[in-house]
């Protein structure tokens, strides 16, 4: 599931692996959460935690991974972010394509 902010492909991409990898990446984040983070971001306040999980999160985001309401909305948390909403607006500037793109 390569990471494209650009686009949307939903359901693309899922081999047992990548679920197993999907399911590895939601219970971090659903223990992260109730542990610690009293579900707002993984640690409470934004961090760099949430900040190397953004990248996931966008390409949950470009393939439709739909997760439990908890974790869809810590996304939605993690996208609204100002650092990760201008990183998202600047990408989607980007007029070069990439090989696969054109």
């Known amino acids: 599931m390569p990471m494209d902010i650009r686009a949307h492909h939903p359901g693309e991409g899922r081999t047992p692996q990548t679920q197993a990898d999907i399911g590895r990446i939601s219970e971090i984040w659903e223990e992260c959460l ?12 934004f961090s760099i935690a949430d900040a ?9 985001r470009t ?3 739909f997760l439990a309401p908890a974790l869809q909305a810590y996304m939605e948390r993690v996208i609204s972010h100002s650092a990760v909403s201008r990183w998202v607006k600047e990408a989607k500037a980007e007029t070069e394509l990439t090989p696969e793109q054109k």
Not at 53 to 59: I, L
Request: net charge positive.
């Open 34 to 45: 109730s542990k610690y983070g009293h579900h707002q971001f993984l640690f409470g306040d």
């Open 52 to 60: 190397y999980f953004a990248p996931v999160v966008m390409r949950f």
């Open 63 to 65: 393939y439709s991974v």
